[in-house]
């Protein structure tokens, strides 16, 4: 509970001095990271989201996280590379043969 209210406190804090536009821009994040999948046309690791979006590493891990739970994303880990690769989730009625892609399955 109390890491909750310093954490509220420290986002009341950061967002302060954003304008109206710039508040609704962090607020739709969500919307802005499918808007980059659907333009790159596929998979875009997380490492580059957070660079183009410029958001703090925990509020883009909490947003991915959420919008995956949602069924809109799916994420993969890259060992490797340290990161996620971060694809749209298939919509309903949309297979392997539309997408092209054979590591996305549909959502059921």
């Known amino acids: 509970m109390v890491g909750l209210v ?4 420290a986002h ?3 967002t ?3 304008s109206e536009t710039e508040r ?3 607020e739709n994040t969500d919307g802005q990271i499918r808007a980059m999948l659907f333009q790159a046309g596929g998979p875009l690791g997380q490492d ?5 979006l410029d958001v703090p590493p925990d509020e883009l891990a909490e947003t991915l996280e959420a919008t995956e739970r949602r069924g809109e994303i799916m994420r ?7 990161t996620y690769r ?3 989730a298939p919509t309903r009625g949309e297979d392997t043969q539309v997408t092209g892609d054979p590591s996305v ?3 059921t």
């Open 76 to 82: 993969e880990w890259l060992p490797l590379e340290y």
């Open 16 to 18: 302060a001095h954003w």
């Open 48 to 52: 580059r989201i957070r660079s183009d």
């Open 86 to 88: 971060i694809r749209l």
């Open 12 to 14: 009341r804090q950061r």
């Open 6 to 9: 310093v954490s509220g406190v």
């Open 105 to 107: 399955a549909p959502r």
């Open 24 to 26: 609704e821009v962090r």
